[in-house]
């Protein structure tokens, strides 16, 4: 195995900064004016009072993605100095959508349809519509159950078939999951599924969604499904005040086994990462590591007893459990010693492993009936066994850049 610790552990870092210096998108393509660049042509404005709405005040912010709504490209055809004003109503998410441009060809995109489709209950068409909005609003509360509060920042919990007036929010929920979220899948109407918003006092704020999976023995299977915040408030601590709260009922639920993500992307997976690890280390401190570790024999894995009893008591996968564990490892490491380093890789590989090699209780049978032998299955077991080693090699030093990130953050919480 090549030795994978040579370079700067900051190779994640300086990958992630490079956006930052590319150059800045335009508004408008400068070889056809008629082509606009959706994400820029477009804002949001979150309106709490009338008086904000007149004086041009709220919070503003663009949207992620809008490829969900026009074209692929993100672009929008057919208009010259194209400008899309979205006014939206702090507490309900009631849209007010105004659209500005000097010229318009023949066979312009159709942008009433385009927003039919991400505001399937309708929008506001008139500014008298919108200020009565917004003063009616100023009488109301947000919707579903209070369960978290934080400073200003409350959390409520809702689900479609017991909080009233659910289902006339839900659809004002879903357009703001359909241009801050890439590839988006609107939650159903079960109430299996529940909603966490977050708002400051009054102004939204974010969404997660949570699906309860009925599994055997009258148990369940929470899995969090979407979490978003506005641009405002990402990388503000929300996300782990979210997902502590996901944690915390998946806890008090007693038909709640374990909680799962669903296909959680870079950033968020760094998060949880932290999350999992301070959690750790708040309720089984005696698994983690004190001192510097200097040999592969000081590494040990998590015993079976151990590791049930922390999936007990906190109902996380035990392969989550075992990654937080793994940070720490990394933590306490000697990474001076190259061979020390490439050891615990070795360690991290047999991990990643694991869940994987399993004995078969059955051949693999074709349609004909016939099925492989006991050679040609086990070539078959060590092809894939070597296709799943080039897979995790490749990845290692991208997990020991994200590791060195996240122990970083652990140090500088003080919690090792």
Known sequence: ?????????????????????????????????????????????????????KSDQGLKFQPSYVHQVFRQTNEIYGYKDL??????????????????????????????????????????????????????????????ELIEEYGDFRIYKCQTATTNGFIQFKPFLQAFLLVLIDGV????????????????????????????????????????????????????????????TVYKLGLEDEKCLQITLEDPSEDFQVMRDITDSIILHEHFKDIIPNKVINSIQEIVEIPKEKLFEIMKKTKLHAQQIKQAYSIYLYAFINKKSSKLMTEFARYLLREHQKPYVRKRNILVRFEDGSSLDPKQMHLLELKEKEDRNIIAEESLRDEFCLFELIATKLRKDKVI
């Open 185 to 244: 899948q609107y939650p159903g109407d079960e109430n299996e599924w529940v909603y966490l918003t977050l708002y400051e006092k009054r102004r939204f704020v974010g969404l997660t969604t949570v699906f309860k999976f009925n599994i055997a023995w009258n148990k369940q299977r929470h899995r969090l499904s979407q979490m978003l915040f506005l641009p405002q408030y990402q990388r503000k601590g929300h996300g782990s005040r979210m997902l502590r």
């Open 83 to 144: 400008k899309i004003t979205i006014h939206v109503t702090a507490l309900r998410l009631k849209p007010f959508i105004q659209i500005s441009y000097s010229e318009q060809t023949e066979d312009a995109d159709d942008l009433q349809e385009s927003f039919n489709k991400v505001y399937e209950a309708g929008f506001l068409s008139t500014e008298e519509q919108f200020i009565k909005a917004l003063e009616e609003e100023q009488n109301q509360e947000p919707l579903g």
């Open 1 to 53: 195995m090549a030795n994978l610790f040579d370079e700067e552990q900051g190779q994640y870092l300086r990958l992630n900064a490079l956006k930052y210096l590319e150059k800045p998108p335009e508004v408008q393509r400068q070889d056809d004016p008629f082509v606009t660049n959706g994400s820029l042509a477009i804002t949001y404005i979150l309106v709490e009072t009338v008086e904000q709405y």
